[in-house]
């Protein structure tokens, strides 16, 4: 995922959680935001040390970063969405939290219709 896809600052952040809508599963909370002057989606990921150490937080992060670079294509652009980890994600493989983000996506309807 190309840095200018992500979010960094905690402002950001905070504009998604207050104006934003939200959705959850059991294993991931998405916030998301649309957002008029972006040509492309952008992306933060929360993973708290509830988690786990830092090697297990990482391979979350790297694991749902992976799941977007994937669905790059079928994904509505001009959003801000957040994705927040929750304790049932440690123990998921790959295709477990790709299959959980695909979830989330649909049910916000950001996901695109005809792909």
């Known amino acids: 995922?190309?840095?200018?896809?992500?979010?960094?600052?905690n402002g950001e952040f905070?504009?998604?959680?207050?104006?934003?809508?939200s959705f959850a599963n059991r294993?991931?909370?998405?916030?998301?935001?649309?957002r008029d002057q972006q040509q492309h989606y952008r992306v933060g990921?929360?993973?708290?040390?509830?988690?786990?150490?830092?090697?297990?937080r990482n391979q979350v992060?790297?694991?749902?970063?992976q799941a977007f670079l994937e669905m790059d294509l079928n994904i509505k652009n001009n959003y801000d969405i957040i994705i927040i980890?929750?304790?049932p994600v440690k123990e998921m493989d790959f295709h477990g939290i790709k299959k959980s983000v695909n979830h989330l996506?649909?049910?916000?309807?950001?996901?695109?219709k005809n792909k």
Do not use: P
């Open 45 to 56: 990921l929360s993973v708290s040390k509830k988690i786990g150490n830092a090697v297990v």
């Open 1 to 9: 995922m190309k840095k200018a896809w992500r979010i960094k600052k």
């Open 85 to 87: 980890a929750r304790k």
């Open 27 to 34: 294993q991931l909370v998405i916030f998301y935001l649309h």
């Open 61 to 65: 992060k790297r694991y749902i970063r």
């Open 105 to 112: 996506l649909y049910k916000t309807n950001l996901l695109l």
């Open 14 to 21: 905070q504009e998604v959680f207050k104006q934003g809508d």
